[in-house]
């Protein structure tokens, strides 16, 4: 116990000699806490809208100028020709344009009113393709640059739901047949934040765990100082205990200070219980740092220790672990692989207590404590070997 | 021209000390190709099988229909039935459903009596329609909102007398540009081509300076003839090199096995990737000379990096960010390269179109080139 202290020790001080990677190691995950937290937004605030009025009378002046009352629009000017538009698109000027075609104002006169519903917007399209009359001239055209797939979606769903918005000044449609009752539960605002915080928590964790840990380790091995700790009477176990223990602490420090930013920033509420947390937090931690522990047997130099971190434990946790991409949206091979990731069992435990309350998980719970106990004990052997040959 | 004779011989010893390490090929080709198919494939948001538990108290051919309308979606699953209006909740709890549907008895009734009246031409316009719950698990926000809108949409489709809807004058066609599929992977992976090199210019040049700093033989380059400027050449020559071949590589990926469109010029593209080495190199070579040992230079550009993704627009546009935000990203070299990479694939961008983004490019590599330069021969002499 002594002997593991003293190193503890002496990899405290080279993190203390360092204080810079300390300060990013502390100061990095409250910042992602922040951007993420803004960052991570579907909704849209400043949509770039071209108009092309080619109908020039006072009913469509009238929609435009509803319609670039809604608040997440901004007027990005006007077009003259259609010919522009692409060009336009190309510079990104505008994300979408919206075109009032000749003839607008005389069918709005004749028309009662106008019922948009607000949807997925595909299929809102094909539903509108197929059934729009041809003749009808009114039509409303919605140009949209499509690059970006999913914001475009979005952007299509908020120009209908304010054109239906604004087509409402002309009259009133009478009362929907059904009368959807929606209420979301655990994130009724459905702020991003409360998402993505538990989440970055298990992103840091791993990150903290596998990067620095491994590369602590290879470091002695690269220039050549392993070796003269262990020519001390110091033995592996213990000086793999030593080595990681400030790190561990590390870790803990920034997983408290990711949840206390997301409560005071964000308001992240706490329906679950703090003791549960801690231990499910416990148990994946040891399952990063087992994982941290096996690169630095595997890697022999901190670019390939680096390296490996990334590829084979940051990457997936970011990409398939469910942390901003969801799980059932994957193709099965990928779903495969996202089940051997420690933080797609670790990702429901954290947001369940923090969002839902549910307090407790055996399945999950169970997955991380095996995988901890394989993790720890596979490296912990390979030390040893590697060590002593 | 005297000064340019040692370079090859310096590109050449590096590359000979980079390929000594026999990871390195796989940090090259290998790291590239998994980036590019894991988030090729695993990074989408598109709505699928959102497990839905029902239940059904009215037990009418309407509710019936209702409850087809959802199963036969592309979108909803059937999830575990419920017994009382206690599961709705509960299966949300414990995650055995994301969306639960409660259909109140009254529903088949009213439904028909508004297809009725509405037939008619009879009967309050203002009477309220038959009322349907929907309880929606918010803890995905993102999904959230688009399953509760979609599951509205369904209630009152299912709902309305057929062929009343669609006929609304106002109804808006729309278009979409480049990628009328909506496949959200034809955005990724220019996203992640921009990245890949980003990754392998200034990360690895960094750590290649620091790591002979750190090993005590910069010193013993020091000592020979060779003048700061062509140490530096031949420090960054080769990550250039790198860094264009795997550009083609994530290119050729991009193309041949994901069917990307690729609108735009490909000299463009490279004209695009050199401007922007200038920055990315000029970076690595910055943290290098602030750095004493790798781990510090990789956590200073790590540090650097994953802010300049996510202020770049990758995953999410810069439009919806906060303005103090919004006006960060201005000084993100990232962002200017996703706009020319992803304006080269997707829109079939002209350097007459890109030309702020290279202008501004080109004006960040020269600063931060010429500071790096500056720093490493301070540090140097």
Request: proline residues 6%.
């Amino acid at each position: 116990m002594k002997r593991l202290l003293a190193i503890a020790r002496k990899e405290l001080r080279h993190i203390l000699r360092d204080p810079r990677s300390l300060l990013v190691a502390l100061v990095m995950p409250a910042a992602m806490v922040v951007l993420y937290g803004y960052g991570i937004d579907t909704e849209l605030r400043d949509l770039p809208l071209g108009i092309l009025d080619e109908d020039r009378t006072e009913a469509s002046r009238a929609l435009i100028r509803r319609v670039l009352a809604s608040e997440f629009i901004r007027d990005a000017g006007r077009i003259e020709r259609r010919a522009e538009i692409e060009p336009a698109f190309r510079r990104e000027r505008f994300r979408a344009v919206m075109v009032v075609p000749p003839g607008y104002g005389e069918a709005e006169l004749g028309s009662s009113g106008a019922r948009v519903s607000r949807a997925d917007p595909a299929r809102i399209q094909a539903l509108s393709q197929a059934s729009l009359p041809a003749s009808n001239q009114a039509q409303v055209q919605l140009l949209i640059d499509g690059a970006d797939a999913s914001t475009a979606a979005i952007v299509e769903s908020y120009l209908r739901a304010a054109l239906a918005g604004a087509g409402r000044g002309a009259g009133e449609a009478g009362a929907p047949p059904a009368d959807p009752r929606v209420r979301i539960l655990f994130n009724p605002e459905l702020e991003s934040a409360h998402f993505i915080v538990p989440g970055l928590v298990a992103v840091i964790l791993i990150m903290i765990c596998a990067l620095l840990t491994s590369i602590a380790i290879t470091r002695e091995k690269e220039t050549g100082t392993m070796e003269q700790v262990l020519t001390t009477p110091v033995r592996p176990a213990q000086l793999v205990l030593g080595k990681v223990a400030p790190y561990l602490l590390i870790a803990i420090a920034d997983a408290i200070l990711v949840l206390a930013v997301g409560r005071i920033v964000f308001h992240v509420p706490m329906r679950g219980s703090w003791g549960a947390l801690a231990g499910y937090s416990f148990l994946y931690l040891m399952v990063a740092l087992g994982l941290g522990l096996l690169i630095s047997t595997v890697a022999r130099s901190q670019r390939v220790a680096m390296t490996v971190a990334l590829v084979a434990t940051m990457l997936p946790t970011i990409i398939l672990s469910g942390f901003v991409f969801p799980f059932a949206s994957m193709p099965w091979p990928l779903q495969a692989l996202g089940r051997v990731i420690p933080a797609t069992y670790y990702l429901p435990i954290i947001r369940g207590i923090m969002l839902t309350g549910r307090a407790w998980y055996p399945l999950e719970g169970a997955v991380l404590a095996g995988m901890a106990v394989l993790l720890l004990a596979l490296s912990i052997r390979r030390f040893g070997t590697r060590l002593e040959a | 021209m005297q000064a340019l004779r040692p370079i090859p011989f310096i590109v050449r010893k590096e590359f000979r000390q980079l390929f000594r390490d026999r990871a390195l090929v796989g940090i090259v080709v290998f790291v590239p190709l998994v980036q590019l198919f894991l988030f090729g494939y695993a990074a989408n948001t598109d709505l699928v099988d959102v497990r839905v538990a029902l239940l059904d108290q009215d037990r009418s051919p309407e509710s019936r229909a209702l409850a087809d309308a959802f199963y036969s979606s592309d979108v909803f699953v059937p999830g575990p039935p419920a017994a009382s209006p206690g599961d709705l909740e509960r299966f949300l709890v414990q995650r055995e459903a994301d969306v639960s549907i409660w259909i109140p008895p009254g529903y088949g009734e009213r439904t028909a009596s508004f297809a009725r009246r509405s037939l008619t031409g009879t009967g309050d316009r203002g009477e309220a329609g038959a009322q349907v719950g929907v309880l929606v698990d918010g803890t995905n926000s993102s999904l959230a909102g688009r399953a509760a809108a979609y599951a509205a949409w369904i209630i009152s489709q299912a709902a309305s007398p057929p062929g009343a809807a669609q006929t609304a004058p106002l109804a808006a066609r729309s278009r979409f540009f480049y990628n009328p599929e909506l496949r959200s992977r034809d955005y990724m992976v220019p996203g992640i081509v921009v990245l890949i090199v980003t990754i392998i210019s200034g990360l690895l040049t960094g750590m290649a300076v620091v790591r002979e700093r750190e090993i005590g033989t910069l010193e013993q380059l020091m000592v020979s003839p060779l003048t700061p400027g062509q140490l530096i050449a031949g420090k960054t020559i080769p990550f250039a090199i790198l860094a264009f071949l795997d550009l083609a590589l994530a290119t050729l990926v991009a193309v041949l096995w994901f069917r990307l469109p690729f609108e735009g010029s490909a000299w463009l593209l490279a004209a695009g990737a050199l401007v922007y080495l200038l920055v990315t190199l000029g970076l690595g070579l910055l943290a290098s000379t602030v750095s004493s040992t790798q781990q510090q230079a990789m956590f200073t550009l790590w540090f650097f990096l994953i802010f300049a993704i996510l202020m770049s627009g990758f995953f999410y546009p810069i439009e919806n960010m906060p303005p103090g935000i919004r006006w960060l990203t201005y000084a993100d070299p990232l962002r200017y390269m996703m706009k020319i990479v992803r304006g080269v694939f997707l829109r079939g961008a002209t350097f007459a179109d890109l030309w702020p983004q290279f202008a501004a490019l080109g004006g960040m590599g020269l600063v931060i080139f010429s500071a790096a330069v500056w720093r490493f021969r301070k540090r140097v002499a």
